[in-house]
């Protein structure tokens, strides 16, 4: 799976189309919340890098892509697809709070995405 390397030089290329990631709150057209919580507007980072026109791709924004490949990415048969249809409402919330878990948690390491995340605190603060 690509990865966005950059996130400054894909936030400057960016051309977002008001596209909703399809398991969560997010638009790719929202300001970052890593970011934003560090004082900087750039656009909501998304699972694959934009295209050359800076057009978003994919259905999916970066930290349920970040969730699924953490928790999910293992179990065999899963692709995102496959997982996007398991969930189901109960579950789909689920997703959203481990979602919001992690922008709290790569907040409070300063904004840093590539730290390493201790899951099991996130699997802590999935209250219903
Ligand atoms: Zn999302």
Known sequence: MNV???????SARRNPCHRKCVLCIFYDDDWDPVD???GRKRY???????NSKGETMGQFCYYCVKVFCALFRSVPGMTLSNYQKSLDDVKLKLHVNMVNC???KITESGGNRRAVMDWDTVEDCMHW
């Open 36 to 38: 934003l919580a560090q």
């Open 44 to 50: 909501m980072m998304w699972g694959k890098p934009c």
């Open 4 to 10: 966005v390397e950059d996130p400054v030089k894909e």
């Open 102 to 104: 992690v922008v709290k």
